[in-house]
Nanobody, 121 residues
């Protein structure tokens, strides 16, 4: 099965930290860009951060200086380290891979199931 599994969400107080993980199944052999998105209730899904295959990173302005994205292709895993969390960071966070080589051939735009992050004030 070709899938992404997120973990690491939870409830944290304002100013706290969380580290999200996104693990790709062993059936995914090569990975393009990996990204983290979030969707708050009543809002559209938005890009939080992305990391290209050459490790070039891109961050939304609202997380610059607070969040760090990383990846390890040998582990088929991406992480999102979130520091100085604010109540407005509350959302479901989703992992995405834009393109990949899999046991089923090339695939595009794969999403995980999401993990809830709640920041209390």
């Amino acid at each position: 099965q070709v899938q992404l599994v997120e973990s690491g969400g939870g409830l944290v107080q304002s100013g706290g930290s969380l580290r999200l993980s996104c693990a790709a199944s062993p059936t995914i052999f090569t990975i393009g860009s990996m990204g983290w998105y979030r969707q708050a209730p009543g809002k559209e899904r938005e890009l939080v951060a992305s990391i290209a295959k050459d490790s070039t990173t891109n961050y939304a302005d609202f997380v610059k200086g607070r969040f760090t994205i990383s990846r390890d292709d040998a582990k088929r895993t991406s992480w999102l380290q979130m520091n100085s969390l604010k109540p407005e960071d509350t959302a479901v966070y989703y992992c995405n891979i834009d393109r990949m080589g899999t046991s089923r051939g090339p695939m595009y735009d794969l999403w995980g199931q999401g993990t809830q992050v709640t920041v209390s004030s």
